[in-house]
């Protein structure tokens, strides 16, 4: 069994006799009734997607994965390959199974991934929590325009946008956290 504060990104779980898989957290809520978890998760066997809030304390039943250690081998249209490194077997993922994760995906990394896998079909990927990315797009920074935390849209070199500092400029190398996808700090070499 697992507890509603244990679940994770990548953690699978039964709900209302459905199996079913988080791809985001999108926070915690607190009111009178108490904690109010907020998940995006995706039925594992139907591929929707649906946000879920869950209360503070549930339990579910566990969902089992097999997990083998993989590479983004292409990305061809909306179809994603990965390469197991030591059968060298090919499995592919569309861009709307693997949800949020897709944006943080580039076959020009050299990263080890953790394909899941449900019944033999691969179903979600792990990824580390930082990844590297590059800016292609952003607006100038304005020194002394605001007070405080200011941020801007940037555009990833995978297509996704996120909110980076006003200090940071186009074609930098930034981290993101994949389970927020938030900006971390400035790569380092």
Avoid at 39 to 52: A, K
Avoid at 106 to 119: E, G, H, K, R
Avoid at 131 to 151: D, F, H, L, M, Q
């Amino acid at each position: 069994m697992i507890t509603t504060g244990e679940i994770r990104v990548g953690s699978a779980f039964m709900f209302e006799n459905a199996p079913l898989m988080v791809q985001r957290m999108l926070g915690q809520k607190s009111g009178r009734a108490g904690m109010v978890t907020r998940l995006r998760v995706r039925n594992i066997v139907t591929g929707q997607t649906q946000d879920l809030g869950l209360d503070a304390g549930e339990k579910f039943e566990e969902v089992e994965l097999d997990e083998h250690t993989m590479k983004l081998s292409y990305i061809d249209g909306e179809t994603y390959v990965f390469m197991d490194q030591e059968s060298y077997e090919q499995f592919e993922m569309t861009k709307e199974a693997l949800g949020d994760n897709a944006g943080y995906l580039s076959p020009d990394d050299d990263v080890d991934l953790v394909i899941t896998f449900y019944n033999g079909a691969p179903v979600g990927v792990k990824l580390p929590v930082n990844v590297k990315r590059k800016i292609v797009y952003c607006e100038p920074g304005v020194k002394g325009n605001t007070s405080g935390k200011a941020t801007k849209p940037a555009k990833l070199d995978t297509g996704i946008e996120v909110q980076v500092p006003l200090f940071i400029d186009e074609g930098e190398d930034i981290m993101i956290d994949t389970r927020t996808g938030d900006f971390v700090e400035r790569a380092k070499d």
